[in-house]
């Protein structure tokens, strides 16, 4: 990125990444991990009362907890880019957030 100021190269002052992308993560994991669940097992239940359940529940876990994960990290690395990290001009010192 160049300086908004004298059109220099900028680089990155700070960088939190791995615990802002993690818990994104984690959370949206585990938030549709929960939700996953609970549409497997009435899906599976229909399909095959009992058994079905089960395995429809294991699946919803599994597919939400994916799903979660990515758009929690997609998220943690939107909020890493443009409100956490800062960008430094090493020619003029100006410093700025991306957003």
């Not at 609970?38 to 799903?67: E, M």
Request: charged content about 10%; hydrophobic content about 45%.
């Amino acid at each position: 990125m160049n300086c908004k100021i004298c059109g220099e190269k900028a680089y990155v002052v700070t960088q939190t990444r791995g615990a802002t992308t993690l818990l994104g993560a984690g959370a949206g994991g585990y938030v549709a991990a929960t939700a996953g669940a609970k549409t497997g097992a009435v899906v599976g239940s229909f399909v095959c009362p009992g058994f079905g359940t089960v395995i429809g529940g294991l699946l919803g876990v599994l597919t939400g907890a994916a799903a979660g994960a990515v758009a929690g990290n997609t998220i943690g690395k939107l909020i890493d880019d443009n409100v956490l990290r800062i960008w430094k001009c090493g020619t003029c010192g100006h410093t700025w957030r991306a957003a």
